[in-house]
């Protein structure tokens, strides 16, 4: 080991160091700029030690060409996490330290277990490539799960169930398959540069991208997606740590279990002169269990949104909320027609209000979901958000000409006819929805002193 090498060594060291330091003392003090240095600066120990490796063993030109192939994917990976969770406000600063946790601290401590656990095998004449089933997936889903953990221990609040864990532990597992495409994308292009010349190399590289970085780009993140449903589901039970540790231990099992037979398809097929196995491997298990997972995904967002409806329910009793306004809240398919009715009747900032009426109503329904599973709720959170919702519809109520005039008391609408004068009307059995067009209506009467029909 060079003295380059060891300096490397060094400053990342005290660069974590301090981090975790500065880390751990931001979260007791709940002082979040030295949360976040500290995050900052382990962070960049990883990134230094990646670097590194990186430029070291292939040198600045293919690192860069590593660095572009890895970004290519990046956007889709990265965006469909976001995606998913997009109808929640989770702070973009936790979004952001999964990422880079996964990026940065679990590639960097994975590659240097890995690096040495190969080292060992090759000096008791084993072939280094075992390192893949031996130690890349035990320690590659224990560091990758490591930083949603810390979300899930020091910024609880911000967790309530298994679509936040798939977030959370989507974006680390993302991260790390960015950083890892880095490392394989560079000594791939060396590779094919050394043998024959940069064109080859730059082939071999879009042939990695294609293989690597869109037909299974979700391989890490799928591995902890395992992880994920475990830590969802501690998180639905709070209080109860033996639960919570099986949950979380239990599935962390699974995703090495999968992790192992990823790695071991292609590394026996080698070993048995059979390349093809990891390809038949995929479309007939890990393909399928991939969809899966990604159907799970979709259900548990549009729970989410079911959620929203069933814990407001008391809300329009109270008359804080119409049944309209609950009915449209029910699935995501409503809330786009809701906020495409307010951007027809009231413009763009009509849409916006609506939209932020829609994130306040995740808001609260957040919190009373914490409170129905005995969980540390925010009641400041619940009141700001009901608030919030009663300012938003400023920016759409009274905008639709073809509606009349309604209060909602609780029990029944007091509308305003067109003589001037307000009736009570019952609430019809489903909701009235509103929709993003206008329905054909044929030619009208003159208007008489009320609405013809029942309500006259």
Same mark, same amino acid.
């Given at each position: 080991?060079?003295?380059?090498?060891?300096?490397?060594?060094?400053?990342?060291?005290?660069?974590?160091?301090?981090?975790?330091?500065?880390?751990?003392?931001?979260?007791?003090?709940?002082?979040?700029?030295?949360?976040?240095?500290?995050?900052?600066?382990?962070?960049?120990?990883?990134?230094?030690?990646?670097?590194?490796?990186?430029?070291?063993?292939?040198?600045? +030109? *293919? #690192? &860069?060409?590593? =660095?572009?192939?890895? @970004? $290519?994917?990046?956007?889709? !990976?990265?965006?469909? /996490?976001?995606?998913?969770?997009?109808?929640?406000?989770?702070?973009?600063?936790?979004?952001?330290?999964?990422?880079?946790?996964?990026?940065?601290?679990?590639?960097?401590?994975?590659?240097?277990?890995?690096?040495?656990?190969?080292?060992?095998?090759?000096?008791?004449?084993?072939?280094?490539?075992?390192?893949?089933?031996?130690?890349?997936?035990?320690?590659?889903?224990?560091?990758?799960?490591?930083?949603?953990?810390?979300?899930?221990?020091?910024?609880?609040?911000?967790?309530?169930?298994?679509?936040?864990?798939?977030?959370?532990?989507?974006?680390?597992?993302?991260?790390?398959?960015?950083?890892?495409?880095?490392?394989?994308?560079?000594?791939?292009?060396?590779?094919?540069?050394?043998?024959?010349? +940069? *064109? #080859? &190399?730059?082939? =071999?590289?879009?042939? @990695? $991208?294609?293989?690597?970085? !869109?037909?299974?780009? /979700?391989?890490?993140?799928?591995?902890?997606?395992?992880?994920?449903?475990?830590?969802?589901?501690?998180?639905?039970?709070?209080?109860?740590?033996?639960?919570?540790?099986?949950?979380?231990?239990?599935?962390?099992?699974?995703?090495?279990?999968?992790?192992?037979?990823?790695?071991?398809?292609?590394?026996?097929?080698?070993?048995?002169?059979?390349?093809?196995?990891?390809?038949?491997?995929?479309?007939?298990?890990?393909?399928?269990?991939?969809?899966?997972?990604?159907?799970?995904?979709?259900?548990?967002?549009?729970?989410?949104?079911?959620?929203?409806?069933?814990?407001?329910?008391?809300?329009?009793?109270?008359?804080?909320?119409?049944?309209?306004?609950?009915?449209?809240?029910?699935?995501?398919?409503?809330?786009?027609?809701?906020?495409?009715?307010?951007?027809?009747?009231?413009?763009?900032?009509?849409?916006?209000?609506?939209?932020?009426?829609?994130?306040?109503?995740?808001?609260?329904?957040?919190?009373?979901?914490?409170?129905?599973?005995?969980?540390?709720?925010?009641?400041?959170?619940?009141?700001?958000?009901?608030?919030?919702?009663?300012?938003?519809?400023?920016?759409?109520?009274?905008?639709?000409?073809?509606?009349?005039?309604?209060?909602?008391?609780?029990?029944?609408?007091?509308?305003?006819?067109?003589?001037?004068?307000?009736?009570?009307?019952?609430?019809?059995?489903?909701?009235?929805?509103?929709?993003?067009?206008?329905?054909?209506?044929?030619?009208?009467?003159?208007?008489?002193?009320?609405?013809?029909?029942?309500?006259?």
């Amino acid at each position: 080991m060079n003295q380059t090498t060891l300096a490397v060594l060094a400053s990342a060291g005290v660069l974590a160091a301090a981090g975790i330091t500065l880390g751990a003392i931001g979260l007791r003090q709940k002082r979040r700029a030295l949360a976040v240095s500290g995050a900052l600066l382990l962070f960049a120990a990883g990134a230094a030690i990646l670097g590194w490796a990186i430029i070291g063993g292939t040198g600045a +030109e *293919a #690192a &860069g060409v590593g =660095l572009i192939a890895a @970004l $290519v994917p990046a956007p889709i !990976l990265i965006g469909a /996490f976001l995606w998913l969770g997009r109808y929640r406000r989770r702070p973009w600063l936790v979004l952001a330290f999964c990422l880079g946790w996964g990026a940065c601290v679990s590639t960097a401590i994975s590659l240097g277990v890995n690096t040495g656990v190969a080292y060992l095998l090759v000096e008791n004449d084993l072939s280094e490539s075992l390192a893949a089933v031996i130690s890349a997936p035990v320690i590659e889903e224990i560091t990758k799960l490591a930083g949603p953990l810390i979300v899930f221990w020091a910024a609880r609040r911000y967790f309530t169930g298994t679509l936040d864990a798939l977030v959370y532990c989507g974006l680390s597992g993302a991260g790390f398959a960015i950083a890892e495409n880095v490392l394989y994308a560079s000594g791939t292009y060396l590779s094919g540069t050394d043998a024959l010349d +940069e *064109a #080859a &190399g730059i082939a =071999l590289v879009t042939q @990695l $991208v294609v293989i690597r970085g !869109l037909v299974t780009m /979700f391989a890490h993140p799928l591995m902890t997606g395992l992880s994920a449903i475990g830590l969802g589901k501690a998180a639905r039970r709070p209080g109860r740590k033996g639960v919570q540790a099986s949950w979380i231990v239990g599935m962390l099992l699974c995703g090495m279990a999968l992790h192992a037979l990823w790695n071991g398809s292609s590394v026996l097929g080698v070993a048995i002169d059979m390349p093809g196995l990891w390809f038949a491997l995929y479309p007939a298990f890990l393909a399928p269990l991939f969809f899966t997972m990604v159907g799970a995904a979709l259900w548990l967002r549009a729970a989410e949104a079911r959620a929203t409806q069933t814990t407001l329910a008391p809300y329009v009793a109270g008359g804080l909320i119409s049944p309209p306004e609950l009915a449209s809240l029910a699935s995501f398919s409503r809330r786009s027609s809701a906020r495409a009715w307010a951007r027809r009747v009231a413009g763009k900032g009509g849409e916006a209000a609506m939209k932020d009426f829609q994130r306040s109503a995740s808001d609260v329904s957040e919190q009373l979901d914490l409170a129905s599973i005995g969980a540390p709720y925010d009641q400041q959170k619940i009141g700001a958000g009901l608030h919030r919702m009663g300012q938003d519809r400023a920016g759409y109520t009274g905008r639709d000409g073809a509606m009349p005039p309604a209060l909602w008391d609780g029990r029944q609408y007091h509308v305003t006819f067109p003589d001037g004068k307000v009736r009570a009307v019952a609430p019809p059995a489903a909701p009235v929805m509103p929709v993003p067009y206008w329905a054909p209506q044929p030619p009208m009467a003159p208007p008489s002193t009320a609405y013809p029909g029942p309500h006259a």
